[in-house]
């Protein structure tokens, strides 16, 4: 059974940062890309960003180029969203999700976290 847990969501003021983390456990093949995906009130499930899975390519909604960056550690099986300049528009609850494509699609995803809240105040 595959289990992706992530954490390091909170409650931070605009212009802050935070660093996500998800943790994959289980049988996951470390062929896998792994992803962020993010959901705010009332709205679509959203691509946000994915690392291919040696870390070697990286793909990011075009809206969060410069100030998100996601890295992957293989040995311990984690991927990471480091977020600069966070704004209240970046408010929701952030997935991580893994699949076998390195695919930026919703519908495409094999895996999918809890998710964890990240809000941001004006």
């Known amino acids: 059974q595959v289990q992706l847990v992530e954490s390091g969501g909170g409650l931070v003021q605009a212009g802050d940062s935070l660093r996500l983390s998800c943790t994959c456990s289980?049988?996951?093949?470390?062929?896998?890309?792994l992803g962020w995906f993010r959901q705010a009130p009332g709205k679509e499930r959203e691509f946000v960003a994915t690392i291919n899975y040696n870390g070697g390519k990286k793909y990011y909604a075009d809206s969060l180029k410069g100030r998100f960056t996601i890295s992957r550690d293989m040995a311990n099986n984690t991927v990471f969203l480091q977020m600069n300049n966070l704004q209240p528009e970046d408010t929701a609850v952030y997935y991580c999700a893994a699949d076998r494509t390195f695919s930026r699609a919703v519908d495409r995803q094999d895996y999918w976290g809890q998710g964890t809240q990240v809000t941001v105040s004006s």
């Open positions: 289980g049988r996951l093949s470390n062929m896998y890309a």
